[in-house]
């Protein structure tokens, strides 16, 4: 199982599913989701590879559950559920139990990385604004206890914090350090001997000793290693 967090004030649920079914429907994939309390579950299931990879009986299952500040989002494989049944067996609490196989096949064929795409995009769609990342530590919590009293054992595996690596805020990239002129107090590299803009010195030039080469500090009269006076 592998999760993702999507944090954006007021995401309609209902019109992400129905956006994300439309993707896969137009790819010929089969359909069908159930909702209640605040969560949906959502199945997709399709012929030739997919069953080979996953089974005959096997659908992948994405289950969307609104919490404080977003909506979270578990991506599996899961049995076809039979519609009906489900209603009476009040199957959209079944998420503890949901996942009857590791993640690793998912990801092996694409299949979670394709789930999640199209997850991330009608989010975008919806809230352009919305922050994308690993589900918090507290609701994964909270959804641990949770699940331990909804009829069985829940496994949060360590999926669920590798499924998303970039941080919610992007991944920062470091810029080059610079440093200001001294003069027209423009940027500079800072490896950069002159400034780009005004032409003034940056760095002041190393001098050394005349004796013994060894090098003077700024503004020396003397040598500080053999004492040798140094002419201005």
């Not at 439309?22 to 359909?31: A, E, K, P, T």
């Not at 069908?32 to 949906?40: C, D, E, L, P």
């Not at 998420?95 to 064929?109: E, H, I, N």
Request: net charge positive; hydrophobic share 40%.
């Amino acid at each position: 199982m592998s999760t993702r967090f999507y944090q954006a004030a007021n995401l309609d649920v209902d019109r992400m599913v129905r956006d994300f079914e439309s993707i896969f429907m137009s790819q010929g994939y089969q359909v069908q989701h159930f909702s209640n309390q605040g969560q949906m579950v959502v199945q997709l299931r399709k012929g030739g590879d997919f069953e080979a990879i996953l089974g005959m009986q096997a659908a992948l299952t994405v289950i969307l559950r609104r919490v404080p500040g977003g909506v979270v989002a578990l991506v599996g494989e899961h049995r076809w559920e039979d519609k009906a049944a489900a209603g009476l067996l009040g199957m959209i609490f079944f998420w503890p139990l949901l996942f009857t196989t590791g993640a690793g096949v998912l990801r092996q064929a694409g299949l979670e990385e394709q789930l999640f795409e199209a997850l991330d995009m009608v989010a975008l769609q919806q809230r352009p604004d919305v922050q994308v990342g690993p589900v918090p530590s507290h609701m994964e919590a909270q959804m641990q206890r949770q699940g331990s009293t909804q009829g069985g054992p829940f496994s949060w595996t360590a999926t669920s914090r590798e499924a998303y690596s970039q941080p919610v805020q992007g991944t920062a990239t470091s810029a080059p350090a610079q440093h200001k002129c001294s003069k027209c107090q423009k940027l500079n590299d800072a490896d950069d001997f002159y400034c780009s803009w005004c032409g003034t010195a940056l760095k002041t030039p190393k001098a050394y000793c005349p004796r013994c080469k060894a090098e003077l500090k700024p503004g020396a009269a003397f040598c500080a290693k053999c004492g040798t006076s140094i002419n201005k």
